[in-house]
Nanobody, 125 residues
Framework: QVQLAESGGGLVQTGGSLRLSCASS????????MGWFRQGPGKERVFVAA????????LYSDSAKGRFTISRNNAENTVSLQMNSLKPEDTAVYYC??????????????????WGQGTQVTVSS
């Protein structure tokens, strides 16, 4: 029923910026919390950022804090991740994910119900 589709990945140099977007369909987007995760080569999938269904609360990993900004547009059923000051260690496949509100923003991948297929971000030295 719910489908998520990421876009905006690509190749960028160290210090550059990239904006990822995720389009949701088939569900009541405005009632779901949204998150971004990433998985580097040979690494486990890790949390990046999350935003509440209202957009009033956000949560960031230590790595993302101060460099990345998550936002959402419920009228367009989209969530975005603006990434600035990119580093080679940010290289990963980035995934959009969705879960029903649980009283707090979730940083555990196991808490999310739906996932997109991912978009590749590569940061060159």
């Amino acid at each position: 029923q719910v489908q998520l589709a990421e876009s905006g990945g690509g190749l960028v140099q160290t210090g550059g910026s990239l904006r990822l977007s995720c389009a949701s369909s088939g569900g009541n987007f405005g009632r779901w919390a949204m998150g971004w995760f990433r998985q580097g080569p040979g690494k486990e999938r890790v949390f990046v950022a999350a935003i509440s269904w209202s957009g009033r609360e956000t949560l960031y990993s230590d790595s993302a804090k101060g460099r990345f900004t998550i936002s959402r547009n419920n009228a367009e059923n989209t969530v975005s991740l603006q990434m600035n000051s990119l580093k080679p260690e940010d290289t990963a496949v980035y995934y959009c994910a969705q879960h029903l509100p649980t009283g707090r923003l979730e940083a555990s991948s196991g808490a999310y119900d739906y996932w997109g297929q991912g978009t590749q971000v590569t940061v060159s030295s």
